[in-house]
């Protein structure tokens, strides 16, 4: 696994900019960018267990929510990787990653920076769509009114 980082920042809230990253409908226009398909499946709680799955290609991962701070941070670690929509374990290769989308706010702007363990023969890919899937959270939450 390698550990990757990228920040935007966005005109906006990080109230606004927290519902863009995990209101549903915003989460499948940014997402999938990154895997094509992909929705988050169960509540968002800290504790909870929630899963990330392309609807697509039926492939996911199952996440730990371990710590969340509302509006400001949330960090995953991923444990099991699925197929068939969640329903059967799949080779390990994100198992035991981490996942993190930390929000900081000053003077009406938001930064936004995530962190993601990410298996090297992904690494390229990720470096290429992660910014993009950024680059779509900063339209959606900048053209909210």
């Known amino acids: 696994m390698k550990e990757l980082q990228f920040s935007t920042k966005i005109n906006a809230s ?13 989460f499948r226009d940014w ?15 800290e504790g909870n ?29 991923h444990g099991a990787d699925t197929q068939n929509s969640g329903q059967q374990e799949r080779e390990k290769e994100w198992t035991g990653g981490t ?16 962190k993601t363990d990410v298996p090297l023969e992904l690494e390229e890919i990720f470096n290429n769509r992660l910014p993009k899937a950024l680059e779509r959270i900063k339209t959606l939450t900048e053209g909210i009114k």
Do not use: H, Q
Request: aromatic letters at 10%; glycine letters at 6%.
């Open 49 to 77: 267990e929630v899963e990330f799955i392309s609807a697509i290609n039926g492939y996911g991962v199952t996440s730990l929510v371990e710590k969340l701070i509302p509006n400001e941070f949330v960090l995953f670690r």
């Open 99 to 114: 996942e993190s989308y930390s929000l900081t706010e000053k003077n009406g702007a938001t930064i936004l920076i995530v």
């Open 31 to 45: 997402a999938s960018i990154i895997d094509e398909g992909t929705y988050m499946k169960g509540e968002m709680k």
């Open 14 to 26: 990080k109230e606004r900019v927290w519902t863009t990253l995990w209101e549903d409908i915003a």
